[in-house]
């Protein structure tokens, strides 16, 4: 209400956070070391940094459709949604991050196979279908490819971007929302009992 966003504008930026959160877990280089924990009996998929792709990737889709105003500070706040979600720090922590990236992401690039792009989008088409919210997405836009240096870039965006405070603001509920989500899914998909916390 402070700064004038609408009701379905906000509700496109969780719907589209909450979607395209793992996105970067579909780029091959991590689904082989999800593959590999399966192959293992690992209950550990976790896959390092994928955020940053996912965040990359998302931004790639989102066309100026996706809201009725503000698409620059929605967008942002969607991408600092996804960057944000697997870290325990929230704060100006983007070039740190973007610093030690290559320590954790062991290639200088990622890649979507064509097969898995196909796949993907049909997944994709029929979640935005079921809620409503396709008309932002151009999928034919989601990258192939992924650069480490791309990755950095968008972060270097992104912490320009907080120079807006209202924007680090913005961002808190739709992150809680996105996290006590992912927390509830996570634990599904290994089998055990939904666990969220008071603090989440």
């Known amino acids: 209400n402070h700064i004038n966003i609408n009701l379905s504008d906000a509700e496109n930026v969780f719907i589209y956070s909450a979607i395209f959160h793992d996105l970067g877990k579909a780029y091959d280089w991590f689904q082989n ?3 590999e924990a399966a192959e293992k009996n690992s209950q550990d998929f976790s896959v390092p940094r994928h955020e940053l792709f996912s965040a990359f990737a998302t931004m790639q889709i989102l066309t100026e459709n996706a809201f009725t ?3 620059q500070f929605l967008r942002d706040c969607i991408l600092l949604s996804i960057t944000w979600s697997h870290l325990a720090t929230r704060g100006t922590e983007l070039l740190k991050i973007m610093y030690t990236t290559p320590d954790f992401v062991k290639v200088k690039s ?6 898995r792009k196909l796949e993907i989008i049909s997944i994709l ?3 935005l279908a079921e ?4 008309t932002g997405i151009d999928l034919l836009k989601l990258p192939t490819e992924i650069s480490i ?3 950095k870039g968008i972060l270097k965006t992104l912490h320009k971007a907080l120079n807006n405070s209202l924007l680090y603001y913005a961002t808190l509920p739709v992150l809680s929302a996105l996290q006590i ?3 509830l899914v996570a634990h599904k998909n290994r089998g055990d009992k939904p ?3 008071i603090i989440d």
């Open 69 to 71: 105003n503000f698409f």
């Open 149 to 151: 240096n791309e990755v």
């Open 195 to 197: 666990q969220v916390h």
């Open 110 to 115: 990622v890649h979507l196979s064509g097969r």
């Open 33 to 35: 070391r999800i593959i």
């Open 125 to 127: 088409n029929s979640i």
């Open 131 to 134: 809620y409503k919210c396709e």
């Open 181 to 183: 989500a992912d927390s």
